[in-house]
């Protein structure tokens, strides 16, 4: 089945660790996003990327890192620096034009996130 | 502020009523998209509507869209209760290469 898949669903960390959240598309789409949710809260951009080896902070990158090293996969390392870094992790991927997002991006199940 | 701010933050209706929702935004776009969420759930897209058209449909939606005002609505018609969700618009500004989301209007439908 094509999809987006998010791994782990939930995930624990402890104060100072860092941890990866996985995310795998085989839709074979250029774009992939990540996107942080707070409780009743919309999404806010933490990084995206448009090609692979190539990525942009969104607008709360601060404490987050990723890599894009294949077209299929985004992951997203929440190190020690995020001082608040309990919530809901969600990945998207849509396809890229020329244009820029002008499609529907298909999102991942998301990874629940809470510091213990 | 948000780019785009859905209107109001929370909807209760009971099932067979139509719901409505709002989404203002700030810039000139490229294209107003639709997302719908259950609990604890990723994004599913709706409906896309481009600068360029001022309404769509897909089955029980309906979306419109005015440039002029900056703003779009979604209409649910007939809903059900399993249309309880959070709604999302997300708006595809011309400056800018990625879809920035508003907060969302969570909506209950009581059967």
């Known amino acids: 089945d094509g999809g987006i898949t998010q791994s782990p669903k939930y995930l624990f960390r402890k104060e100072g660790q860092n941890v990866t959240l996985s995310c795998e598309q085989n839709l074979n789409h250029d774009a992939m996003y990540w996107y942080r949710q707070d409780p009743g809260q919309g999404l806010r951009l933490i990084y995206y990327?448009?090609?692979?080896?190539?990525?942009q902070k969104g607008d709360i990158a601060e404490g987050y890192s990723v890599s894009r090293e294949k077209k299929e996969s985004f992951p997203l390392t929440v190190t020690s620096a995020q001082k608040n870094p309990t919530a809901f992790y969600l990945c998207a991927s849509s396809p890229k034009t020329r244009q820029g997002p002008n499609t529907e991006a298909f999102f991942g199940q998301g990874t629940r996130l809470t510091v213990v | 502020s948000q780019q785009g701010e859905e209107d109001p933050q929370a909807l209760s209706i009971q099932e067979g009523e139509n719901a409505t929702m709002n989404c203002s935004y700030k810039?000139?776009?490229?294209?107003l998209q639709w997302y719908r969420q259950n609990s604890g759930r990723g994004l599913v897209h709706l409906i896309l509507?481009?600068?360029?058209?001022r309404e769509k449909h897909s089955g029980r939606l309906r979306v419109t869209l005015d440039t002029s005002k900056k703003s779009s609505s979604l209409l649910i018609t007939a809903s059900r209760a399993a249309d309880t969700a959070s709604y999302f618009c997300?708006?595809?500004?011309?400056?800018?290469?990625?879809?920035?989301f508003g907060p969302g209007t969570s909506l209950s439908v009581i059967p």
């Open positions: 810039t000139s776009i490229n294209n």
């Open positions: 509507i481009r600068s360029n058209e």
């Open positions: 990327s448009q090609i692979v080896n190539d990525f």
């Open positions: 997300a708006t595809a500004p011309y400056s800018y290469d990625k879809v920035i």
